[in-house]
T-cell receptor, first 114, second 118 residues
Framework: QQQVKQSPQSLIVQKGGISIINCAYE??????FPWYQQFPGKGPALLIA???DVSEKKEGRFTISFNKSAKQFSLHIMDSQPGDSATYFC?????????????WGAGTKLIIKP | NAGVMQNPRHLVRRRGQEARLRCSPM?????VYWYRQLPEEGLKFMVY????????ESGMPKERFSAEFPKEGPSILRIQQVVRGDSAAYFC????????????????FGDGTRLSIL
C-alpha cells in the first residue's frame, strides 16, 4: 500500500532522444509526487514535483505526466544530454504527512550515449 | 556559500565498533533530517532534529542508533555495535523552516557518508 514502484531499473538513451521513467502507486491518499536526480557520490537533488490536481508540469526539458485514475506518474526528459546521466528517483507522500516522510522508488539509472 | 557538509565521506568499521557520522547543515538552517540508502534503493527517513530537540525519530531503529543536534556543532548520527546490515549510505538534509505537509521549500542534501562494515 505504501510502495512506489519505479521502472525501468536502468535505461540507455541516445543523445537528443526522450528518456521516460515510470512510477506507479497504490495509496490514493498520496498528495505530492517529486522527482529527484542523484549523481554518483552525491546527494539527491529535487528536480521537479507535482500535486494530483494537475495532469502535467513542465520545467525546461523535464516534464512530469500524472494519471490519477491509473495511479501512475512519469518523468520525461526531452532532448536528453550526456549531462543528464544520473540516477532518478520518484517519490510520493501521504496527505497530511510532512515532506520529509517521502516514500521513495528504487531508482532508475539513466545513461545518455553521446 | 557551503551546502550541507557531511563527514567522513567514507567510514569503515569492524563489527561491534561504533560509527559516528557528522552533518553540518547549511548556514541559517536549523532543521536536520537523516536518511539511509541501501544499494539500488531509495532513501528511507530515519530522524528529524531541530537544535537540541528530536522532533521525529519514527524511522530510526530503537536499538543501537541515536541522533543529536547540539546547540553548538554538527548533528551526529551514532551507531553502536555496528553489524553488516548497517552498511549503507547515510544522507543528511537540512531546511531553513520545518518541512510540513504543504511546504514548498526543498530540503538540501549533503553528499552522504558511505559506511562499510567489515
Amino acid at each position: 500500500q505504501q510502495q512506489v514502484k519505479q521502472s525501468p531499473q536502468s535505461l540507455i538513451v541516445q543523445k537528443g532522444g526522450i528518456s521516460i521513467i515510470n512510477c506507479a502507486y497504490e495509496n490514493t491518499a498520496f498528495d505530492y509526487f517529486p522527482w529527484y536526480q542523484q549523481f554518483p557520490g552525491k546527494g539527491p537533488a529535487l528536480l521537479i514535483a507535482i500535486r494530483p490536481d494537475v495532469s502535467e508540469k513542465k520545467e525546461g526539458r523535464f516534464t512530469i505526466s500524472f494519471n490519477k485514475s491509473a495511479k501512475q506518474f512519469s518523468l520525461h526528459i526531452m532532448d536528453s544530454q550526456p549531462g543528464d546521466s544520473a540516477t532518478y528517483f520518484c517519490a510520493a507522500k501521504d496527505k497530511g504527512v510532512s515532506n520529509y516522510q517521502l516514500i521513495w522508488g528504487a531508482g532508475t539509472k539513466l545513461i545518455i550515449k553521446p | 556559500n557551503a551546502g550541507v557538509m557531511q563527514n567522513p565521506r567514507h567510514l569503515v568499521r569492524r563489527r561491534g565498533q561504533e560509527a559516528r557520522l557528522r552533518c553540518s547543515p547549511m548556514k541559517g538552517h536549523s532543521h536536520v533530517y537523516w536518511y539511509r540508502q541501501l544499494p539500488e534503493e531509495g532513501l528511507k527517513f530515519m530522524v528529524y532534529l531541530q537544535k537540541e530537540n528530536i522532533i521525529d525519530e519514527s524511522g530510526m531503529p530503537k536499538e543501537r542508533f541515536s541522533a543529536e543536534f547540539p546547540k553548538e556543532g554538527p548533528s551526529i548520527l551514532r551507531i553502536q555495535q555496528v553489524v553488516r546490515g548497517d552498511s549503507a549510505a547515510y544522507f543528511c538534509a537540512s531546511s531553513q523552516l520545518p518541512l510540513t505537509a504543504y511546504s514548498n521549500q526543498p530540503q538540501h542534501f549533503g553528499d552522504g557518508t558511505r559506511l562499510s562494515i567489515l
